[in-house]
């Protein structure tokens, strides 16, 4: 099978990259088998701390690969029409609390915007276009529809969603859709240098800080606040407390282990 996706890890920070330049990096079936199993090896990665998502080539992703022949880019499911899983990939929602960098390279359209709504940092070339297409060929948009709402206010979510427009980096940074557009030759050695930054906090605190945030608005105040203390306590057991509190009286860096 043809590699269209590939996995480097570096100093805890794992790169992702979507390898079908020749598509724009579109998806289908097999490349969705693929992304599927590189986010669970980066989930269950304890080496990997931080994760950077990018494609090669003139795109970071188009989408879905329509003229494909090896099956849709959803995934291929047993089971009835109806009743298939709906958390089927990390851009659907598959929980990933370590955190992930989107550093967007090019065109990133459908399915590539909607992984973009569940990253936690969008780095964008100044050459990046955003846009869901999808109503134009007479498709709803569907999670993206559910996320990018939360990410971005509504009449420029809506706008997006409802007219199939594309819009450029500077743009997607006015709307606070990226946080940052760079020099197209200097993006990787920004999110790189992102990561290095990520990197210096405690794994799994990190990772219990962004569950918190994550899971926080779906809660009530008291019910968030009882949770948030007892992923406190539960954090406050592991190693890397201790490893976190020794440091700081002895006045040196910690010496993270993520356990």
């Given at each position: 099978?043809?590699?269209?996706?590939?996995?480097?890890?570096?100093?805890?920070?794992?790169?992702?990259?979507?390898?079908?330049?020749?598509?724009?990096?579109?998806?289908?079936?097999?490349?969705?088998?693929?992304?599927?199993?590189?986010?669970?090896?980066?989930?269950?990665?304890?080496?990997?701390?931080?994760?950077?998502?990018?494609?090669?080539?003139?795109?970071?992703?188009?989408?879905?690969?329509?003229?494909?022949?090896?099956?849709?880019?959803?995934?291929?499911?047993?089971?009835?029409?109806?009743?298939?899983?709906?958390?089927?990939?990390?851009?659907?929602?598959?929980?990933?609390?370590?955190?992930?960098?989107?550093?967007?390279?090019?065109?990133?359209?459908?399915?590539g915007l909607t992984l973009v709504?569940?990253?936690?940092?969008?780095?964008?070339?100044?050459?990046?276009?955003?846009?869901?297409?999808?109503?134009?060929?007479?498709?709803?948009?569907?999670?993206?529809?559910?996320?990018?709402?939360?990410?971005?206010?509504?009449?420029?979510?809506?706008?997006?969603?409802?007219?199939?427009?594309?819009?450029?980096a500077a743009r997607a940074k006015?709307?606070?859709?990226?946080?940052w557009v760079v020099p197209h030759?200097?993006?990787?050695?920004?999110?790189?240098?992102?990561?290095?930054?990520?990197?210096?906090?405690?794994?799994?605190?990190?990772?219990?800080?962004?569950?918190?945030?994550?899971?926080?608005?779906?809660?009530?105040?008291?019910?968030?606040?009882?949770?948030?203390?007892?992923?406190?306590?539960?954090?406050?057991?592991?190693?890397?407390?201790?490893?976190?509190?020794?440091?700081?009286?002895?006045?040196?860096?910690?010496?993270?282990?993520?356990?």
């Amino acid at each position: 099978m043809e590699q269209t996706v590939r996995y480097d890890l570096a100093d805890h920070v794992a790169t992702i990259t979507y390898d079908r330049p020749g598509k724009l990096n579109a998806i289908d079936g097999a490349m969705r088998e693929q992304i599927n199993a590189t986010f669970t090896r980066f989930r269950e990665d304890d080496d990997a701390w931080v994760a950077i998502v990018t494609g090669s080539g003139r795109a970071f992703c188009v989408g879905a690969d329509l003229r494909s022949e090896t099956g849709s880019a959803a995934g291929d499911f047993p089971g009835s029409f109806w009743e298939r899983p709906t958390v089927n990939s990390f851009e659907s929602g598959w929980e990933i609390n370590k955190p992930v960098i989107a550093a967007v390279n090019g065109h990133c359209l459908g399915y590539g915007l909607t992984l973009v709504t569940w990253c936690d940092f969008v780095i964008a070339s100044e050459r990046a276009t955003f846009g869901f297409p999808e109503v134009t060929v007479g498709i709803p948009t569907i999670v993206g529809a559910i996320r990018l709402p939360q990410k971005i206010n509504w009449q420029y979510a809506m706008e997006l969603l409802l007219t199939g427009e594309r819009i450029d980096a500077a743009r997607a940074k006015e709307i606070g859709l990226a946080g940052w557009v760079v020099p197209h030759d200097e993006l990787l050695g920004e999110a790189r240098a992102l990561a290095a930054r990520l990197v210096r906090a405690a794994p799994l605190a990190a990772r219990a800080t962004k569950e918190m945030a994550v899971r926080a608005p779906g809660l009530g105040a008291v019910d968030a606040i009882r949770f948030g203390e007892t992923m406190r306590r539960v954090a406050a057991a592991t190693e890397d407390a201790a490893e976190g509190a020794a440091a700081f009286r002895e006045g040196r860096d910690p010496v993270w282990r993520a356990r």
